[in-house]
């Protein structure tokens, strides 16, 4: 059967997040009527219609900010150039956004930026997947008038020191910051803000002098409160942040869509390659369980599988205390086979059995129970969530009569008043917390049930209602106490009760 | 007080929780890891049920699993009381289900646990063990009886991607192939069956379930599936909630939820939308019973353990990777009060001390912890935290009780007489004879 290797279908920058409004509204883009929600930009109708306005602060996972003015467009009846990115959609508006006016201030937006941009190109690790490269094309630069003397990339023509020259941080261990090829746009700055959630970013000076910073002055992205997720490499439309395998690799040239193999969200990505050489892993923005985001572990931490500790021959030993030595694998299953049919008829069929891994595909995992069922002949199958989750496959059988959570992680974007209880999810489960703290800033409130200050208790912009930081092996004693509290002061939902619960 | 928490604060949360809105729980295994670990899952259903947070977007009750495939690996059957789909091997119909398809007559008797294998190895009536993908020298509790139970064994198999610490007591290793190099799915804790795509070749020749596939072949099985499209299409026949499951569905769809079948063809985002899966939810009356792991003068403290953001588990992936930057050892997180009185400064060596055994790591002192509570990870194995953690567990599923451990902290003068003797024995067992031997 063939291995399925998807093209990156829908994966079209649409420039702004897609309206919820159900509400349609009809407008005129180009001569083109399209029909989008209410509340759609005017960047992203355009999109819908095929039409890509030049951009380069915009990106679909962050909304508008505005500050770029490569998007600007006419709209008749409307004075000046609007942003098309910030302009909200309006039935019967009629948009150009090809006209002369609009296509010469493009032009002259792009000369500026790229008056401070390095010309290098051919060797920019961005080169060939650069938004800016990209963007002067469309815009059909052909020249740039300004003179090149206060960049802030390059010493000066009189020999002197550049005080705008600020060097590369590379001193995370997975990507690079160059502050020569920063164009400013802050979309790492609001990618860190709106997506990630840790406020870690910032544009520090003013004016020509803005740059992005993490944290205070001195820091660099490793001393800052960074924790590496690379939501600002995916978001930064240039070579500012880059990751360092790409500098060492080389642009991708082709991608498998894939789940990864850490944390139970299950976030989907890119596997971005060269050949079966693997250059980046990017989230895949149409995966439901993390929508386009991801945390360190899974856009970076890939590593292990080229490892040279990985072990490529099966290995036997008589004895334990033996060296292993390399065998084929048709010896490696003889022998196995061997022992194992050794050991029942000496000890009867229940003396094996074996484990499943959380860490493996179903298929796997159903081959090896089906192998203890069917070929040793016992049901000598246990797992590791023996060690972890089996209490929930108990406990929710009991009382809902399925072992499994009841929701979807968009579930989180409709919650009002959230209840975190013995888990930690900046730490182990980021992707799921960087949506949670989104629901939080947006309002929703937040009761830590946990022995220890986890970082949602209190971090950027998040503050919880109530932190119960109980005695470890009493979570018993304070479910049960608010259970009772509920009961008691009559607010239970007796309808619901009364309706879908056992009453007596 | 019993859980520290003030009375009043309680009260604010309790009703914040039941009047603020759309209600929605989230734990993890802060919960289930306790002697009364079912006991909490279902005072967390309770408080959904008594709610009505349940059955629309916003509210639920949402266990974080662990690991990519936990939700999976308990759906296919990896328990030795269910087959595929929970259900319990004493049904005569399930049984008959496979013993159809698979020609073979199926024990109606539940088998042994992790537990009661080891126990049974120790006795010396179970003598080999097929481990595919987990290190449970590392990860199970009170290291010394795994230890134990391994090494009376004639048999132990280890399927991994590097020789990890179960590895040392094993005779036969199977080198096993990463997520990059294999064809399958992973269904996520949102109940989601995820594609997972061969990116690249496996590096040892074989995916993980050719290998299986081959060891039963040896054995005798006579299995003939050349890709996972073709295993999956047989859990799809065997197992009502994943019936409309198949490859060509999650190419067209991208993922979808199970319960998947002929009443929801699409999958189920939300669960118990218009009826329990029981049909009426049903309260249980949960007792808070203590814990039999209790502090006293010789062991003060309560150990409590959990994960960080750079690490993963028992790090064997994670610990291979520049990840390691911001996590190269486990610390002990101690509250400032606790340290003084201890003599314990910032960086400190110190022994922590349990009455299952002991382990030596560094001091970090903070107020995270409350006095009385002390914290670490378990993502290296030279700290050895389940050397400490006790043999209590769940009293319904045997969970075991990771996070409350009795325990005393002292200063040290480096690692313990365990740690050194465990890395000698781990060098020992690691080597490999050259390929021309």
């Known amino acids: ?504 | 007080m019993l859980t520290g928490v003030p009375a009043s604060d309680l009260r604010a949360a309790a009703r914040l929780f039941a009047t603020g809105g759309n209600g929605a729980i989230y734990y993890g295994l802060g919960v289930t890891e306790h002697s009364q670990g079912s006991t909490t899952v279902m005072a967390i259903a309770n408080l959904a049920m008594m709610t009505g947070n349940l059955g629309r977007p916003g509210v639920g009750v949402n266990p974080l699993r662990g690991q990519n495939n936990v939700q999976g690996a308990c759906d296919m059957g990896s328990f030795p009381h269910e087959l595929p789909g929970y259900r319990h091997v004493s049904d005569d119909a399930t049984r008959a289900v496979f013993e159809q398809l698979w020609g073979v007559t199926i024990d109606a008797e539940p088998g042994l646990r992790i537990p009661n294998m080891l126990d049974a190895a120790v006795e010396g009536t179970f003598k080999g063990l097929y481990i595919q993908g987990e290190d449970i020298l590392q990860s199970d509790p009170d290291t010394k009886h795994v230890a134990a139970g391994l090494a009376a064994m004639d048999c132990v198999i280890v399927q991994d991607l590097f020789l990890n610490e179960t590895a040392n007591y094993a005779h036969v290793f199977l080198p096993g192939s990463t997520f990059l190099e294999k064809d399958g799915t992973f269904t996520n804790a949102e109940r989601r069956i995820n594609r997972v795509r061969r990116v690249m070749a496996p590096r040892n020749g074989l995916a993980d379930w050719e290998v299986t596939l081959k060891l039963a072949n040896a054995m005798g099985a006579n299995w003939a599936y050349t890709h996972p499209a073709q295993i999956m299409d047989e859990i799809a026949a065997t197992t009502p909630s994943f019936a409309g499951v198949s490859y060509e569905l999650l190419e067209e769809k991208g993922s979808v939820q199970w319960p998947c079948n002929a009443a929801a063809p699409e999958g189920t985002p939300i669960m118990h939308v218009d009826g329990f899966v029981r049909g009426r939810g049903r309260f249980i009356t949960t007792e808070y019973v203590a814990t039999e792991e209790r502090t006293g003068p010789r062991f003060p403290l309560l150990l409590t353990t959990g994960r960080i953001l750079s690490q993963y588990n028992v790090g064997a992936q994670t610990r291979r990777t520049e990840n390691v930057v911001w996590h190269p050892e486990d610390v002990l997180e101690i509250h400032p009060h606790d340290a003084e009185v201890r003599g314990v400064k910032q960086d400190d060596w110190v022994r922590l001390a349990s009455r299952a055994g002991e382990t030596s790591l560094r001091a970090h002192l903070t107020d995270r912890v409350s006095p009385g509570v002390v914290y670490t990870t378990f993502h290296h194995p030279v700290t050895q935290a389940n050397v400490i953690t006790t043999d209590h567990s769940d009293w319904a599923t045997n969970c075991p009780e990771y996070k409350v451990t009795a325990v005393q902290v002292g200063l040290s003068n480096g690692p313990s007489e365990w740690q050194r003797d465990y890395a000698d024995h781990a060098a020992q067992s690691r080597r490999i004879l050259p390929a021309a031997e």
């Open chain 1, 1 to 504: 059967m063939k291995d399925f290797i998807l093209p990156p279908k829908n994966d079209r920058d649409m420039g702004t997040p897609a309206s919820r409004s159900t509400t349609m509204v009809t407008l005129r883009i180009d001569g083109f009527d399209v029909t989008v929600p209410e509340g759609t930009s005017v960047m992203r109708a355009s999109a819908e219609a095929g039409i890509q306005v030049p951009k380069l602060c915009a990106t679909d996972n962050l909304e508008a900010f505005g500050s770029c003015r490569l998007c600007v467009v006419e709209i008749d009846g409307r004075r000046g150039t609007p942003a098309s990115c910030t302009t909200p959609v309006a039935d019967g508006m009629v948009v150009h956004t090809q006209s002369s006016k609009v296509r010469k201030i493009r032009k002259g937006v792009m000369e500026l930026y790229i008056s401070d941009h390095p010309l290098d190109c051919l060797t920019c690790s961005a080169n060939g997947d650069c938004e800016l490269q990209d963007m002067a094309g469309a815009v059909g630069l052909r020249d740039v008038r300004y003179e090149a003397v206060d960049t802030h990339f390059q010493s000066r023509q009189n020999g002197e020191a550049n005080p705008n020259y600020i060097p590369k941080d590379d001193s995370n261990p997975y990507f690079t910051y160059d502050p020569a090829k920063c164009i400013v746009c802050s979309r790492c700055v609001r990618a860190c803000e709106e997506v990630q959630g840790t406020f870690a970013l910032t544009i520090t000076g003013s004016g020509f002098d803005s740059r992005v910073s993490a944290g205070a002055a001195g820091d660099d992205f490793m001393t800052s409160d960074c924790v590496s997720c690379g939501a600002c490499v995916q978001a930064c439309p240039t070579a500012t942040l880059q990751e360092k395998s790409v500098i060492e690799l080389g642009t991708p040239e082709r991608s498998v869509i894939t789940t990864c193999a850490y944390c139970g969200v299950g976030c989907s990505f890119k596997a971005e390659l060269n050949g079966d050489q693997l250059v980046r892993m990017v989230p895949y923005k149409h995966g439901k369980a993390n929508r386009g985001h991801s945390c360190v572990k899974g856009r970076f931490a890939y590593g292990y599988a080229s490892h040279t500790d990985r072990i490529l021959n099966p290995m036997i030993r008589d004895r334990i205390e033996d060296p292993w030595r390399e065998v084929s694998w048709d010896e490696a299953f003889s022998f196995t086979a061997t022992r194992l049919r050794d050991i029942q008829a000496k000890h009867g069929k229940q003396a094996i059995g074996g484990i499943t891994s959380s860490r493996c595909t179903n298929e796997e995992t159903y081959l090896v129970q089906k192998m203890i069922r069917a070929v040793f002949g016992n049901n000598n199958t246990d797992t590791c969530a023996r060690v972890c989750h089996s209490p929930t496959g108990y406990g929710l059988r009991t009382t809902f009569g399925t072992s499994a959570g009841t929701q979807d992680f968009d579930s989180v974007e409709h919650t009002d008043v959230v209840i975190v209880i013995g888990a930690n999810p900046t730490d182990g489960h980021p992707v799921f917390a960087s949506r949670l703290k989104k629901r939080l800033r947006q309002g929703a409130k937040l009761i830590v049930i946990d022995p220890r200050r986890i970082d949602l208790v209190k971090s950027a912009h998040i503050k919880a209602a109530h932190h119960l930081p109980l005695r470890p092996g009493t979570n018993v004693a304070v479910l049960t106490s608010l259970a009772h509290v509920i009961v008691t002061e009559g607010l239970a939902d007796e309808d619901f009760i009364r309706t879908r619960c056992d009453w007596s």
